[in-house]
């Protein structure tokens, strides 16, 4: 692109950021990520979803939780997206074969809890997410956390 003349601004970037995430080149995501920064470009909560979910895909949710920080200290707020790729992440994280239960139920709780900051923010979720959630929660002893949260999506709905 450079050897051609062409100077690529900040949709540029968010464009080769979103194609290299959806394929999981966390590092040209990376390369690029910190170009766009260097060159001066301010990134948007649609570029910092971009990068979490390149981290989410590569099992990295504490990088991916760090993004989110970053994104706040930036003035960004994160979005029902941004809610959506974290809580699924964490989800596939604690389903891996292997892990011990408290590790698992670790990755569970940051799930639940960035879930309910979706809620209280009033975001609602999209439906990968309802369904982790509801895999989580269809346990022996959770139904009280279940009905409770189905409640809270149903008035938010309703309204």
Sequence with gaps: MKERGLIPNADTYDILL?????????????????????KGFVPKTSTYN????????????????????????????????TYDILICGWYRLSKQP?????????????AKRLFEEM?????????NTLAHISFALAKPGKKVDAQRILNKLYKKNVK
């Design 18 to 38: 979103s194609s290299h995430g959806k394929i999981g080149n966390m590092k040209e995501c990376i390369k690029f990520y910190c170009e766009m920064i260097t």
């Design 50 to 81: 971009v990068l979490i979910s390149c981290f989410s895909k590569g099992k990295k949710m504490s990088e991916a939780k760090e993004l989110m920080r970053e994104m706040q200290m930036r003035g960004l707020s994160p979005n029902s997206s």
């Design 98 to 110: 292997g892990l011990s239960k408290s590790l698992k139920r670790s990755y569970q709780a940051e």
């Design 119 to 127: 809620n209280e923010k009033g975001f609602i979720p999209c439906e």
